[in-house]
């Protein structure tokens, strides 16, 4: 055996290798698809998804119907791309909001000094421990229920998350080399953070966030699927899952086919979210003139 056949993966891992990229790429192609749906979703489904035919209710696929219809005779397949806009927008709302306001809380814990350090991370603290869905719950309780409110209960419950993974970034910066240059050579601590702690924190906690997305749509499909986000006729995942559940005996496709597609989502986004985190590990802060 050569050294350098020695030094190749065996089978079943060279097999892993080449799966690898074809999954990421399938992915990124799903995550587009999704992207088209959620944007133009007439592109993907040319019928109304909140066109109403009672005579047709709970059919099977067919030429006309693609996946079938709903107890009211909605057309599935429309329902389902057309909720891909509420889905993800709910997503990307709430953990762009938690992205926003964790970094700004945890650069504020790291370089406010020790007293309100101690204050932001004590109150992140009491926010961990409760669970995300049931701090999202106690929130939508407060302000009732609708896609803004949903948006912003899911986005407090992401934010301890966010603030925690801030500070921890924005302190190995505040302590390297060129940080401390920047400070011997008398720039302005405002200087510091906006030049040199924020931009170089930012970056993992938005390969962070690509990953979190995932957790926030799960999240704002469970709160629709109680009631508690975008109301009726508005199509969502969990809300058309809600209102399909009892009609398993007589059609599987309305109550089955939109959880397929919030796990397919989810997966979509958690194999995209991994793929940036491999890319970006191993690269360190640099220093910013």
């Known amino acids: 055996m050569s050294a350098l056949s020695a030094l190749r993966p065996a089978g079943p891992a060279r097999a892993a290798l ?30 109304a ?93 407060m302000l009732g229920p609708g896609t803004g409110n949903a948006v912003l209960a899911i986005g407090c419950s992401l934010t301890p998350g966010f603030t925690r993974l801030a500070r921890g970034q924005a302190l190995v910066i505040r302590d390297s080399g060129y940080v401390q240059a920047a400070t011997v050579l008398g720039r302005r601590r405002g200087w510091i953070y906006l030049r040199h702690l924020l931009p170089n924190a930012v970056p993992p906690l938005l390969v962070f966030a690509t990953v979190g997305v995932g957790s926030a749509i799960i999240a704002g499909s469970s709160l629709s699927f109680l009631g508690l986000g975008p109301k009726p006729p508005t199509p969502e995942w969990g809300a058309m899952l809600a209102q399909s559940r009892d009609l398993l005996d007589l059609a599987w496709e309305p109550a089955v086919l939109p ?31």
């Not at 074809?22 to 007439?42: E, K, Q, S, T």
């Not at 194999?271 to 191993?282: A, K, N, P």
Request: aromatic content about 4%; cysteine-free.
């Open 18 to 47: 080449r799966r690898r990229p074809r999954a990421v790429a399938l992915a990124w192609a799903v995550l587009a698809l999704l992207a088209v749906a959620a944007l133009w979703p007439g592109l993907l489904a040319h019928q």
């Open 49 to 141: 998804p909140d066109a109403v035919s009672p005579l047709e209710a709970l059919e099977g696929p067919s030429g006309r119907h693609l996946l079938g219809t709903d107890q009211l005779g909605q057309d599935l397949y429309s329902r389902i791309v057309h909720g891909a806009r509420s889905s993800l927008a709910i997503g990307l709302g709430a953990t762009g909001l938690a992205l926003v306001a964790g970094t700004l809380l945890g650069v504020l814990a790291a370089a406010g000094g020790r007293v309100l350090d101690e204050a932001i991370m004590r109150v992140t603290d009491i926010l961990l421990a409760f669970p995300g869905l049931l701090l999202a719950l106690l929130v939508v309780a």
């Open 259 to 289: 959880g397929v597609a919030v796990t397919v989502t989810v997966l979509t986004i958690n194999v995209v979210g991994r793929d940036l985190r491999r890319r970006f590990e191993g690269r360190n802060p640099g220093a910013r003139d």
